[in-house]
């Protein structure tokens, strides 16, 4: 017994064809995803990306800062209990910093201690980074 395949079958399903119209991709202007409400944050170049207000998440800025290498690694070391903040010990993410906070934490054989000099609304570039906090261990090695 022979069986025969149906006209189409087995090759899949074939897009519909195009309309001769549309022969040119989509392409959104360069400021498609600004909305009006947006607008304001647009940073003009050579100002400092800092933000100056209430405060910052410590997971956010422990990763803005560099300090860690992603943010699910600075909320890990929040909950560990090992990070303090001005002498208290942070066991949530969400406990704010604020400029003149001083924050440590252990890493490797050492505890990192720096003190908060700005909060930043992304991350950044090391070099840029390393403007959010002063190293204490430094003046305290000098002393």
Known sequence: MVTRRLPGAGR?????????CRHRAFRPS????ITPRAAPRIKQKGTPHL??????????????ARLTKSRS??????ESRYLRLDGRVIDRASALVR????VSFPHNDEVVVV???????????????????????QTAAAG
Do not use: M
């Open 12 to 20: 899949g399903r074939r897009a519909p064809p195009r309309h001769p």
């Open 30 to 33: 360069p400021n498609w995803r």
């Open 51 to 64: 933000v100056y207000g209430q405060g910052l998440r410590i997971d956010k800025w422990l990763w803005f």
């Open 73 to 78: 690694a600075a909320q890990h070391l929040c």
């Open 99 to 102: 400029a003149g906070s001083v």
């Open 115 to 137: 003190r908060v000099e700005g909060l930043a609304d992304a991350r950044r570039p090391y070099v840029e980074a390393s403007r959010l906090y002063t190293d204490l261990r």
